[in-house]
């Protein structure tokens, strides 16, 4: 069994910065890939960016300079930072790990609006 909770999200000005949370428990563990996606109302869920268990990550292109990853494995947590947030940049935002392909949080709602 599997868990991930994600919280941080909420209503931010262009060009401030958030930082979420997600949570694991369950099988989830530090040696687990972590990602991050959101999904933008009428668009397909897309990748931020991973983090793997070596604390490499990857950024989609959109994010990138932008975006920070990172883990604190002794609380089986991931972290994304976001700085100089952009209204587009407004999603629902879900941690996942691809060993639980089938498996999504509730997510938490990032809304970039002045």
């Known amino acids: 069994q599997v868990q991930l909770v994600e919280s941080g999200g909420g209503l931010v000005q262009p060009g401030r910065s958030l930082r979420l949370t997600c949570a694991a428990s369950?099988?989830?563990?530090?040696?687990?890939?972590v990602g991050w996606y959101r999904q933008a109302p009428g668009k397909q869920r897309e990748l931020v960016g991973h983090?793997?268990?070596?604390?490499?990550?990857n950024y989609a292109d959109s994010v990138k300079g932008r975006f920070t990853i990172s883990r604190d494995n002794a609380k089986n947590t991931v972290y994304l930072q976001m700085n100089s947030l952009k209204p587009e940049d407004t999603a629902v935002y879900y941690c996942?790990?691809?060993?639980?392909?089938?498996?999504w949080g509730q997510g938490t709602q990032v809304t970039v609006s002045s």
């Open positions: 996942h790990s691809p060993r639980f392909p089938n498996y």
């Open positions: 369950g099988s989830i563990g530090s040696d687990d890939t």
């Open positions: 983090i793997t268990m070596f604390g490499f990550t």
